[in-house]
């Protein structure tokens, strides 16, 4: 690939009609560059609500994987479990989306212990370890489908699918403790 001095490059943008001067092309770096201040969410997030952005799709992704999973593989067993037994692994699944939006309300059951002896949890680990466990509740909603599947189950799995991922999709973390609030409590 030829490479392009500064001559060649005032020349592309002169070409393309971009003036490196214009304040179209400045706010086009800054947007691309992130320091953009646009109000919408996309570019004025956090290093936490972006990581907590990033770790949601990657469970809608591999929600989508999983389901993907069980539409190639046929199930195994030839004997289909009993149906109180599906029924029982279906009301766990929905039982553990319903705890995935109501997790929020109780950071203390969940985060309410320090992993070292006498440090606190800060605010951010707080919110950070409730989101991580409302999404895993939307995943074992979908990890209950591919169990009921692999067992030969006679119920829709496919809805059991498509609820942890919906539920995922629907769910919003919040925004996460501002830093002023994070030192204060650290102090």
Same mark, same amino acid.
């Given at each position: 690939?030829?490479?392009?001095?500064?001559?060649?490059?005032? &020349?592309?943008?002169?070409?393309?009609?971009?003036?490196?001067?214009?304040?179209?092309?400045?706010?086009?770096?800054?947007?691309?560059?992130?320091?953009?201040?646009?109000?919408?969410?996309?570019?004025?997030?956090?290093?936490?609500?972006?990581?907590?952005?990033?770790?949601?799709?990657? &469970?809608?992704?591999?929600?989508?994987?999983?389901?993907?999973?069980?539409?190639?593989?046929?199930?195994?067993?030839?004997?289909?479990?009993?149906?109180?037994?599906?029924?029982?692994?279906?009301?766990?699944?929905?039982?553990?989306?319903?705890?995935?939006?109501?997790?929020?309300?109780?950071?203390?059951?969940?985060?309410?212990?320090?992993?070292?002896?006498?440090?606190?949890?800060?605010?951010?680990?707080?919110?950070?370890?409730?989101?991580?466990?409302?999404?895993?509740? &939307?995943?074992?909603?979908?990890?209950?489908?591919?169990?009921?599947?692999?067992?030969?189950?006679?119920?829709?799995?496919?809805?059991? &699918?498509?609820?942890?991922?919906?539920?995922?999709?629907?769910?919003?973390?919040?925004?996460?403790?501002?830093?002023?609030?994070?030192?204060?409590?650290?102090?």
């Amino acid at each position: 690939m030829p490479e392009l001095n500064g001559s060649g490059i005032s &020349f592309l943008a002169t070409f393309s009609g971009i003036a490196l001067s214009s304040p179209t092309y400045i706010a086009r770096v800054q947007r691309i560059s992130g320091a953009y201040d646009h109000r919408s969410e996309r570019y004025n997030m956090s290093a936490p609500d972006r990581v907590m952005r990033i770790l949601k799709y990657g &469970f809608v992704f591999s929600g989508l994987l999983f389901a993907f999973v069980a539409m190639q593989i046929p199930a195994q067993n030839q004997r289909p479990p009993e149906h109180m037994m599906e029924t029982v692994i279906v009301l766990l699944a929905l039982l553990n989306v319903a705890a995935g939006f109501l997790v929020r309300h109780f950071p203390t059951l969940i985060a309410g212990q320090s992993p070292r002896p006498g440090t606190a949890l800060t605010p951010v680990s707080r919110w950070m370890s409730t989101n991580l466990v409302s999404l895993a509740c &939307f995943e074992a909603c979908i990890l209950f489908g591919l169990i009921l599947h692999m067992l030969g189950a006679r119920t829709r799995i496919q809805l059991l &699918f498509a609820t942890g991922i919906i539920a995922m999709l629907i769910w919003r973390p919040g925004t996460a403790p501002a830093a002023e609030q994070v030192g204060s409590q650290s102090s």
